[in-house]
T-cell receptor
Framework: GAVVSQHPSWVICKSGTSVKIECRSL??????MFWYRQFPKQSLMLMAT?????????EQGVEKDKFLINHASLTLSTLTVTSAHPEDSSFYIC????????????FGPGTRLTVT | GNSVTQMEGPVTLSEEAFLTINCTYT??????LFWYVQYPGEGLQLLLK?????DKGSNKGFEATYRKETTSFHLEKGSVQVSDSAVYFC???????????????FGKGTLLTVNP
């Protein structure tokens, strides 16, 4: 149980275009989902926290107009990188928290974004 | 604020060697502590956890004990295998100031390479 999927697993896009990444909880209801960014050989940086049906809460320094997050249902959150630039290239990881188990987060496999 | 400090890597061991990865934390309140493992190109997997002082988390031969007096949660394994090669992250989960969300705070990660 507690499986989180991400789609796509990798994506290459051209500079100036937008790309959407999906995060789904497959066998539980996730009232809260988290989006992280990981640079090579570095730790995870929390970008934002999204609660189902409400606006995401962004961490300091993260541009909310560039990284659009939508948590429209209890099993799906999306991250859209708008007007992507090469510096947005990174590994994006989502996690989801079961509404009944507040302390744990279940992580997706990650999405490798490359902007050319 | 909350923070996690873990030993810098990389760590290189021979198969069957003893492993210790140190982790100390700073937190307000009573955090839960976690070790996550990340294999190359993948997302994070929960390795073990402890939710209160003196708890010992264990899984796949790995162990860590929640030491409140030393604010530590060191990861140990008696005999490592080549398949244990991965990046290991120590993390804590604590309520944020608003009390409505539990956020994970990660250490920087330690790369472990086990040679046959």
């Amino acid at each position: 149980g507690a499986v989180v999927s991400q789609h796509p697993s990798w994506v290459i896009c051209k500079s100036g275009t937008s790309v959407k990444i999906e995060c789904r909880s497959l066998d539980f209801q996730a009232t809260t989902m988290f989006w992280y960014r990981q640079f090579p050989k570095q730790s995870l940086m929390l970008m934002a926290t999204s609660n189902e049906g409400s606006k995401a809460t962004y961490e300091q320094g993260v541009e909310k107009d560039k990284f659009l997050i939508n948590h429209a249902s209890l099993t799906l959150s999306t991250l859209t990188v708008t007007s992507a630039h090469p510096e947005d290239s990174s590994f994006y990881i989502c996690s989801a928290r079961d509404r009944n188990i507040l302390l744990e987060q279940y992580f997706g496999p990650g999405t490798r974004l490359t902007v050319t | 604020g909350n923070s996690v400090t873990q030993m810098e890597g990389p760590v290189t061991l021979s198969e069957e060697a003893f492993l210790t990865i140190n982790c100390t934390y700073t937190a307000t309140g009573y955090p839960s502590l976690f070790w996550y493992v990340q294999y190359p190109g993948e997302g994070l997997q929960l390795l073990l956890k402890a939710t209160k002082a003196d708890d010992k988390g264990s899984n796949k031969g790995f162990e860590a004990t929640y030491r409140k007096e030393t604010t530590s949660f060191h990861l140990e394994k008696g005999s490592v295998q080549v398949s244990d090669s991965a990046v290991y992250f120590c993390a804590l989960s604590a309520q944020n100031s608003g009390g409505s969300n539990y956020k994970l705070t990660f250490g920087k990660g330690t790369l472990l390479t086990v040679n046959p």
